[in-house]
Structure formats: C-alpha cells, structure tokens
C-alpha cells in the first residue's frame, strides 16, 4: 500500500477564505476536500493517510517556519508520496505548494508532485525542482487534474519510468535526455518545417528558454526634484469603485487623480481585490497605497511632487498578458508627465 | 507591471510581502514589506506607530531607487 500525504490551504480545507488565510499549518488524518476525489484517482493502491492544511497568506508570510512545521507533520506518517494542490492560477497557493513539494523532496527524499496553471508564480520557482503536472486556471479543472496528478504520483512512487512533458502532462523542467530516434535529425526538421508551413502542428524539440529580463535603470539622481508616482497591483480604488475593476483576472486598471488628497480614508477609498482579506486596506488604504506618507515627504522637501494620479489594478489570477499591456500603457503616460521614478505596492 | 515601467525608462521600487515572487517576476528594486493584507501597515500598532512605520519602509523605497544596483537587488537592512 503506498501511503500519501495530501497538503491544501485553507479554503480547500473548508476552513475560510481570505478571513482565515493566515492560520497555522494543522493536519487531519484521511482526505478532506479535494482529497476525496484524488483518492479517487489514486485508486486501491494508495491511501491518503492524512492532510495537511495551511492559510495561504500564513505559509507565504512565514516561507521558513512553515516549511519546517509542515515537514515535521509529513515526516510522522513516513508516506511514500507527497501531493500538493492543485493550486490552479491561486499565487501565494502555487508558492505554497512549491516551496513544501521541494523540501518534501530533497530534505526527506520522498517523490512529490503538484498541479498548477503555468502563469501561476509557483511554475517559475519550482518547475526546475518538481513535477507539476498543467492544469487550467481554476478549480473548474479539478476533474480533468486529479487524474494526471495521481497517475504521475503513482508512478513515481512506484519507482517507474517517467515520460516526456507532453506524455505525462507536466511542465517542462528543462530536463533534457539523450534518446535513440528513428528517423535523422535533418528529416526531422525538414518535417517539422512542412508541418509548419501548412499550419499543422508540431513539437519543437528544442524550445528556447524564456527570458524576460529587463536591466535596472540608473538611479534616481535629484529625489528632493523628482516627481513620484505611486502605482499598486493592490486593488485601492476610490470607494465604491467607480471603473468598477474585477476583484479578481481584471480587465482594466484605473487611473485616479490625487491632487490635494493627504490621506485615503474610510469614508474615501477602499480595495477592490477579491485576493486577500479587504478589512485593513478598507479601514486604512494607505496600508497599501502610501498617500499620507508620501504627503508628507513631499512637504519636508524630501521628494519633489506625489505624481497627481495612481494607477491602480487588481493582482489576482490576473493574466500576465493582461498586466503587462496596462503596465506598457500607462508607463508611456507616467514617461509622458515627466515622472522620474515609480514606487509600486504588492499585496 | 514592474518590468513594463523598467522597459519604459523609469525606475521602479517594488514593495511587496513575497519577495521570491517578485524576484521571479524580474523586479531590479525590491523593499520586502509587512504582510500580504497590509504591506504597508501593522493594525495591531497605535495609529501613529503604525504611520512611522510605513515612512520608515517608503524611506527605505526612495533609498533604493537613490541606489545604483547592476541586478536584481533586496533591500532588506
């Protein structure tokens, strides 16, 4: 029988939302949540023995006390495969699964596998580290996902063989293995390039890495001179969020003008982000966006001018593709104004 | 967001909890913050401790983009 140890957060654990996203690791024996249906997949072969599960924001404030705390509950049950997720577009959740699935794996050597949504920011981290098979961007992929995760854990934990990226379904690693193919290299690129050229499709086998770097640019000379401008993937909107922004994969971003503003407030501002708990950044929008701070600093004569407007969106499941096109767009504005240097605030 | 304002010419402080995040994301400028629901503020402070408290983190901000870094840098101290 090969034992598993499923790990989830809180919402998957039926505890709480974001209310609840900064409790501490605790385990259940047997499944809970998704654990049922993954017990499912896994069939007559395994058993899930127990859960562990862990406030999203709680593992993510605290990489390293948690980690540890979570290892320590893996390591009494001795299991002979560890799952985690799957985590779909969820940020801090793909983190989460990530960093546990790699110090399940290299502190006590036990095979690990995950599920996630490749923009997920736990792909980038861990891909290299772990198996995770691709899933689509939220939980309405559950049922398509537990299977290829399962049937991946299975196989890893009975020591077999493991396939290509596109065979078994996960992300690519960036693994590469000398194999024995039929036909030449040249025919096979010839075919690749007919394929291509009739619109068929193919499969490189050599995918060029992505990297999207870009260099720092020089530092800001004058700061007494200089005009800041505040932008947040925080969702702080005016209260009652006139451009209605999504609470979360949002469309649009604002832009909203702060001229004479000292202090966000209550009764002015609030968040629009569906992604973490709202009950501080409406109590205390400067909790995320700065304003009264940076008042201030500009009062002392520390920096030049608060840019009149922010810009404002909601990070969360939001496509890559769509961050960068308002990013591209309002970068060109804030070069427009004359801004020399932008303070951007994450949740 | 970070690395479209980069491309566009301005610099750019990011101030975010998860720093792995943003150092996967590709920002050059990054002040770790406080906590995911509040980055910049600490309810359990009084109303003043807690707005020294964020001066003090966008102090350190402005610090950064005063500072000339050739990679992806953590201001942490």
Do not use: W
Request: with cysteine.
């Amino acid at each position: 029988m090969i034992k598993v140890v499923h790990y989830i957060n809180q919402f998957y654990g039926g505890i709480g939302g974001e209310e609840k996203a900064d409790i501490r690791p605790e385990v259940r024996e047997g499944v809970v949540g998704p654990g049922m249906a993954l017990q499912g997949a896994l069939g007559n072969d395994a058993k899930i023995v127990a859960t562990i599960i862990c406030g999203d924001s709680y593992f993510n404030e605290n990489l390293e006390e948690a980690t540890e705390e979570i290892l320590q509950m893996v390591k009494n049950y001795e299991p002979d495969l560890f799952i985690a997720g799957p985590a779909f577009n969820a940020g801090r959740y793909g983190v989460a699964c990530g960093t546990i699935c790699k110090a399940v794996k290299e502190k006590l050597n036990i095979p690990v596998v995950s599920g996630m949504y490749p923009e997920n920011p736990g792909v980038d981290m861990f891909k290299k580290d772990i198996y995770i098979i691709e899933t689509a961007n939220a939980a309405t992929g559950m049922r398509k996902a537990l299977p290829a995760i399962a049937k991946l854990g299975m196989k890893l934990a009975k020591g077999e063989a493991i396939g290509s990226p596109a065979e078994e379904g996960y992300i690519a690693r960036g693994v590469r293995k000398n194999i024995f193919r039929e036909e030449r290299g040249s025919k096979r690129a010839v075919n690749m390039l007919v394929a291509k050229l009739k619109g068929e499709p193919f499969e490189t086998e050599y995918p060029m890495p992505d990297f999207d770097r870009v260099a720092p640019n020089p530092a800001v000379k004058d700061l007494k001179n200089a005009k800041i401008a505040l932008v947040t993937s925080g969702g702080i909107v005016p209260k009652g969020n006139p451009d209605r922004i999504e609470a979360s994969s949002a469309s649009k971003y604002g832009k909203y003008d702060i001229e004479g503003v000292m202090d966000l407030t209550q009764e002015t501002y609030e968040t629009a982000h569906g992604g973490y708990d709202p009950v501080y950044a409406n109590q205390d929008a400067d909790r995320v966006l700065p304003v009264d701070v940076l008042r201030e600093l500009e009062k002392e004569g520390v920096i030049g001018k608060l840019h009149r407007y922010f810009y404002t969106t909601v990070g969360n499941g939001t496509s890559v593709a769509n961050a960068k096109k308002f990013a591209s767009t309002f970068a060109q504005e804030l070069v427009a104004d004359g801004v020399q240097a932008v303070i951007l605030t994450s949740t | 967001m970070v690395k479209e304002i980069e491309r566009a010419g301005i610099p750019v402080v990011h101030i975010c909890t998860v720093v792995p995040i943003s150092l996967t994301v590709g920002a050059n400028r990054i002040v770790p913050a406080v906590a995911i629901p509040h980055p910049l503020g600490n309810p359990a402070l009084s109303k003043e401790d807690e707005k020294a408290l964020r001066k003090q983190l966008v102090l350190k901000a402005l610090k950064a983009l005063e500072t000339e870094v050739h990679g992806q840098t953590v201001f942490d101290k």
